[in-house]
Nanobody, 122 residues
Framework: VQLQASGGGLVQAGGSLRLSCAASGRTFTNYGMGWFRQAPGKEREFVAG????????NYADSVKGRFTISRDKAKSMVYLQMNTLKAEDTAVYYC????????????????WGQGTLVTVSS
């Protein structure tokens, strides 16, 4: 499994960004896809997850109502639309994949992309 995240950058507070994750190397039937983030000096934390088959989503409380995860099965892509960004959203964002449903625990994902940096200026 290969995951390639992109779309990070510098944005002002209140702005928007869309992260993309290109997934390849196998078919992702029955897979759960997740976005995690890690801020400097902090542990990696769950942001959002989506099941490949049904598109069932779940979110961390801190991003509910602001972030939207989606997937395009035909293009084998996973997206994270981030709106109303806050300074505390600044982090390196990673996409991850696991066989089975989504999980909020990073240790349950064996496959990771390289990360993309999101910086929100206040």
């Amino acid at each position: 499994v290969q995951l390639q995240a992109s779309g990070g950058g510098l944005v002002q507070a209140g702005g928007s960004l869309r992260l993309s994750c290109a997934a390849s190397g196998r078919t992702f039937t029955n897979y759960g896809m997740g976005w995690f983030r890690q801020a400097p000096g902090k542990e990696r934390e769950f942001v959002a997850g989506i099941t490949w088959n049904w598109g069932t989503t779940n979110y961390a409380d801190s991003v509910k109502g602001r972030f939207t995860i989606s997937r395009d099965k035909a293009k084998s892509m996973v997206y994270l639309q981030m709106n109303t960004l806050k300074a505390e959203d600044t982090a390196v964002y990673y996409c991850a994949a696991r066989n089975g449903g989504t999980s909020t625990k990073s240790r349950e994902y064996p496959n990771w992309g390289q990360g993309t940096l999101v910086t929100v200026s206040s």
